[in-house]
């Protein structure tokens, strides 16, 4: 059989054609896999630390046992020998009373000082008609200042005395002074659902004053060496709370845990986690259960 060129030509190309075939899956077999998607987070290491509850309240310095004074007839208030801030002693005058009308003429009578201290209000001028319900001074001894303030009904099961607390003044911002409660009052109002609390400053100090009003920051109750963390991190899902945490070949568990209290943003652990694990707190919206991330919380320290 004379083979030709023609037919020379169609067996090369039916071979090379058949050569391609034998290739396609082989290429197919080469292809590389996808790469595996890195998630960038941040983390924080669980220490054990105190968990303070505090109110913040807000009240006023008064005098420690301050007395309205009162006259005891009605009256024009003719004679005022003492001026705010004067010491007065016990019985001593403080004001006189006119109780003279048209037509008849009567003697003054007398105002005394039911206490020894200093007159920290004198809210009336002399002429003024007075009856037997107006306050005509107020004395108290400001060597002792205390604090008055009002809690409402919702928080008192946390009250006792002694609890300490930090004091801030508005003419003194960015500091403040120590001062614990030595007396809570024993009902509850029932216009305003509050009960009166009075703190005493633990020092002296001349600058603070009675009148003036204060910020409080009462501590009440102390959770000691627990798991706080921060509040953000955490994720809710059928009612129940869950965490990321980081292992150590960088890829993430999500753990279920049990919260107790909250303060300032950071959840008290009961349950779930230990110290020296890390948590993520960034970047884990996005996460699901044995993915891998890269943390870039040493880089920002």
């Known amino acids: 059989m004379k083979i030709t060129k023609k037919r020379i030509v169609m067996i090369i190309v039916a071979a090379a054609v058949l050569a391609v075939i034998a290739c396609i899956p082989k290429r197919k077999m080469e292809l590389p896999s996808q790469a595996e998607t890195v998630y960038t987070v941040k983390s924080e290491e669980l220490k054990k630390g105190d968990l303070q509850e505090y109110l913040l309240l807000s009240g006023n310095v008064k005098a420690d046992n301050t007395i309205s004074v009162y006259p005891d007839i009605s009256g024009k208030l003719v004679n005022v020998p003492v001026t705010l801030g004067s010491y007065v002693k016990k019985n001593q005058l403080i004001a006189e009373v006119d109780p003279s009308v048209p037509g008849s003429i009567y003697a003054k009578s007398p105002v005394y000082a039911p206490i020894e201290g200093y007159i920290t209000s004198l809210p009336l001028t002399q002429g003024t008609t007075v009856g037997t319900s107006t306050e005509i001074a107020r004395i108290g001894n400001i060597n002792k200042l205390q604090i008055e303030t009002k809690i409402p009904e919702g928080k008192i099961g946390v009250l006792k005395n002694g609890l300490t607390a930090q004091v801030s003044l508005e003419a003194y911002k960015g500091e403040t002074f120590p001062a614990h409660i030595f007396r809570i009052s024993p009902i509850v109002d029932e216009t305003s659902r509050t009960k009166e609390v009075y703190f005493l400053f633990d020092t002296n100090d001349e600058r603070i004053n009675a009148g003036m009003y204060v910020r409080i920051k009462l501590n009440t109750v102390l959770h000691k060496d627990v798991i706080s963390i921060p509040n953000d991190c955490v994720i809710t899902s059928a009612g129940k709370k869950y965490v990321f945490v980081l292992n150590d070949d960088m890829s993430v568990t999500q753990k279920e845990i049990t919260g107790g209290v909250t303060v300032d943003a950071r959840l ?26 890269r943390d ?5 320290e």
């Open 268 to 293: 008290e652990v009961l349950s779930g986690l230990a110290e020296g694990e890390k948590v993520v707190v960034s970047g884990m919206q996005v996460l699901t259960d044995g993915v891998k991330v």
């Open 296 to 300: 870039i919380s040493e880089r920002e």
